[in-house]
Every structure is written in structure tokens, then in C-alpha cells.
């Protein structure tokens, strides 16, 4: 859209431009800063006529605290009409809430601290009407309790939330963890204040002993060994914890019945990640080939799982035939195969831990020269910026955003001019 913007500005409104519309399946709105009140004005002109053509937007990206009046009326309007949406920042328009229902609904605040009430304020309206909900939070987030009270009652088709460096796919997993946690606390309270007083007991028994026995000394337990052990105890319950993971279908729901769901709903995804079982990767792949079949289009694959076993490549492979938007959260290959269709939109996400240049581009570099949007999600200190700009600078991408060192780069200009600026 931004190279719309620049060669025909406001006179892109245009009958051509509204006949694309019928061309294109995919197409998204971001609110960010350093977008043009030029832009902005031209978003709202173009979901106008989306609307009118009776098509419907497929994804509203919102990566800014602070809405200008132009931006805020955007967001409003793309509310009616939206099918994917993603917030990066809290945000709330007094005296307003969405009212129209949406297939997806994102928040990631992964990256800084968010209180409950903004949380609340910002986002719940929005959480009631979404159909499939992800959350990315703090580690630090300390409301997850209010947050399972203000879902659980939902009717919420799909869940994941990544807090406390665990992720949950179900309200179960939530529910068990809050359990946990609590219990945790309330163990550790009572321990610390049986320490304490040991420790009380101790002191005072001690200052009367001459020759102190190292021996007994090392015996003593420390309040920081008790917290370490505490720690581990809590990670051993979910290591060991099978992740229970539930379809709305099994392999008998391969039926005519299924088929014409197909045709229903307009947003279908596909998940890889740890603990699916065979039967539900094998029901997935029986999906897409039906969905091939129907000649509809997959809406997202999404990869959170770095080893993947025969039936996962395969419905991976599969996939990739038939797929709009592929999310990758771990460098995923596959020897003697690379993905040879295009696809709209690409989303590359390892910022919790560092990857190797070789990794990387073995992994995603054939990805990457098939998308038209690129989303890329690095660790902070990936050391290999200037050859992600050797190799993506002559792709013919359309969109491309980067988060890296704690910087956005909103193209490749900028992108170069922070690599010149690094190594000058």
C-alpha cells in the first residue's frame, strides 16, 4: 500500500485501484508511528470502498500507544470489517468499544510491563468478540487470575497465552497454573516464615559455640537455596505436564458435514506445535487436502515446534501449497526441500533467544524470497542485520517490518542507514 501511496497519492482511489480489490485476497491495514496523516487519510478511503465491494479486511495492525483523532477513526472503521486483528500497545478510545465480531484477536506486550486495569480497559471489549484469542505478556504479569475470570465464561474457540515463559493452549492450562501458583505461594510463605524462625533459633545458639563445625554449618539451609528449590519444583509440574490439546473435530468429522463447513467460514488456520498427537496431524492434513480440494485458501500456518517429525513435515509441506500468511517462532528445515509458492505474508518471531546466521537463513532465506510482507521478531542481539539487508534488499517485497536491537525499521532505507551508522 505505501508504494500506492507514492506514485499516485490520493488519485489511486481510482476504478482501477477498486477492481484490485477483487484481484487481491489479502489485504491488511497498520496504524504506527511515523505513518503520514496523508496515509492515514488514504487507509480510511480504501476500506471504504473495501466495504462497499463487500469485502472484508484481513488484518488491522496496531503498533502505537497514542492515536491521533485521523488514526482513531481509522481503527473504528476497520472494526466493522476486519477479520484479524493485533495490538502491540494498550489502547482505548473513550466513550467507544467494538461491537463487531472478529475471527482472531492478538495482544503482545511481551516487551514491557502492562497494569491490570489498562489491560482491562483496553482489550476486553475487544476479547469478547474474538472467536480465536492469542496473548503474548510480560513475564511479570501478575493478573492472570482476572484474566481467567474474564474468559472463561467466553465462548472462545481457540486459546494460547505466552506469560511466565510457559505457554497455555487451553483455559485448563490456565486454570491449573493459577491453581499451582497460588498453592506455590502460599507453601512458600509459611516455609519462609519456618525459616526465618530457624534461622532465629539458630543465630542465637550459635554466637555460644566456640569451635563452630563447618559441617553442621553446611547443613543450614539458606533462604536463596530454598527459593532455587521452590523454582525448580514449580518448572518440574510443567515439563512433566502433557499438554492436552482439543479440535473442535476428530478423523470421524471427515464427512460431508465438515466439507460444507468449509464454505461457511472464511478464516481457517493450521497450528505445529509440541505435544499434537498423530491422530490430530493426520486430521489436519485430511483438512487441507479437502480444503485444496474446495479450492479455498488456508488463512495462516503457524510453526512453534524446531523439530518436527515425518507427519509434521508433511503437513507442513502440504501447507505451503495453499497458505496466506506462515508464522514461524523456531528455525524450522527440511533437508532436500525448500517451498516454492508465494505467499502474502511471512512473520519470523525468535526475539526470546538468539539464533545463528547459518540457521537463519538455512531455515527461513527460501521463505523469505516467496513473501510479499515481511515481519521479522529478532533477539536483541543478533549480529547479522547486514546480511538480512544483503539478502532481502533486491526482493521485490511489498511491506517489510523488523524489530531488532530494540529498534522498529519500517523499510530497508532504514534498515541500511542503522547498519551504515553501526559499523561507521
Request: aromatic content about 14%; charged content about 30%; overall charge positive.
Amino acid at each position: 500500500m505505501k508504494n500506492l501511496y507514492k506514485r499516485y497519492g490520493e488519485e489511486v482511489y481510482s476504478e482501477n485501484l477498486k477492481s484490485i480489490i477483487y484481484v487481491r485476497q489479502v489485504w491488511g491495514i497498520m496504524i504506527y508511528d511515523g505513518k503520514t496523516s496523508e496515509e492515514t487519510f488514504c487507509d480510511i478511503n480504501f476500506v471504504k470502498d473495501l466495504i462497499k465491494s463487500k469485502r472484508k479486511l484481513s488484518w488491522l495492525s496496531v503498533d502505537k500507544s497514542y492515536l491521533n483523532n485521523e488514526e482513531k477513526s481509522l481503527l473504528m472503521l476497520c472494526s466493522t470489517n476486519v477479520s484479524f486483528v493485533y495490538f502491540y500497545h494498550p489502547i482505548k478510545i473513550e466513550g467507544w468499544n467494538s461491537s463487531d465480531k472478529i475471527e482472531a484477536l492478538s495482544i503482545n506486550t511481551v516487551h514491557y510491563l502492562i497494569r491490570k486495569n489498562d489491560f482491562k480497559n483496553s482489550f476486553l471489549s475487544w476479547i469478547c468478540l474474538c472467536k480465536d484469542l492469542y496473548l503474548y505478556l510480560h513475564r511479570d504479569t501478575d493478573f492472570l487470575k482476572n484474566i481467567y475470570k474474564w474468559i472463561h465464561r467466553l465462548n472462545i474457540r481457540w486459546l494460547r497465552i505466552w506469560c511466565h515463559n510457559k505457554k497455555f493452549h487451553n483455559l485448563e492450562e490456565l486454570k491449573n497454573f493459577i491453581t499451582h501458583e497460588t498453592e506455590s505461594s502460599t507453601e512458600f510463605k509459611s516455609q519462609l516464615l519456618i525459616i526465618k524462625e530457624h534461622f532465629r533459633v539458630v543465630s542465637s545458639i550459635l554466637p555460644f559455640r566456640k569451635e563452630s563445625s563447618p559441617k553442621f554449618e553446611s547443613q543450614i539451609p539458606t533462604i536463596k537455596d530454598f527459593i532455587h528449590t521452590t523454582k525448580i519444583k514449580r518448572d518440574n509440574y510443567f515439563y512433566e505436564k502433557e499438554i492436552q490439546y482439543k479440535r473442535g473435530f476428530d478423523v470421524e468429522d471427515y464427512s460431508e458435514n465438515l466439507k460444507s463447513t468449509i464454505y461457511e467460514r472464511q478464516v481457517w488456520g493450521i497450528m505445529i506445535y509440541d505435544g499434537k498427537t498423530s491422530e490430530e496431524t493426520f486430521c489436519d492434513i485430511n483438512f487441507i487436502e479437502d480444503l485444496i480440494k474446495s479450492k479455498r485458501k488456508l488463512s495462516w500456518l503457524s510453526i512453534d515446534k524446531s523439530n518436527l517429525n515425518n507427519e509434521e513435515k508433511s503437513l507442513l509441506m502440504l501447507c505451503s501449497t495453499n497458505v496466506s500468511s506462515v508464522y514461524f517462532y523456531h528455525p524450522v528445515k527440511i533437508e532436500g526441500w525448500n517451498p516454492s509458492d508465494k505467499i502474502e505474508a511471512l512473520s519470523i518471531d525468535t526475539v526470546h533467544y538468539l539464533i545463528g546466521k547459518n540457521d537463519f537463513k538455512n531455515s527461513f532465506l527460501s521463505w523469505i524470497c516467496l513473501c510479499k510482507d515481511l515481519y521479522l521478531y529478532l533477539h536483541r542481539d543478533t549480529d547479522f542485520l547486514k546480511e538480512i539487508y544483503e539478502w532481502i534488499h533486491r526482493l521485490n517485497i511489498r511491506w517489510l517490518w523488523l524489530w531488532c536491537c530494540n529498534k522498529h525499521f519500517c523499510n530497508l532505507k532504514e534498515l541500511k542507514n542503522y547498519i551504515t551508522h553501526e559499523n561507521g
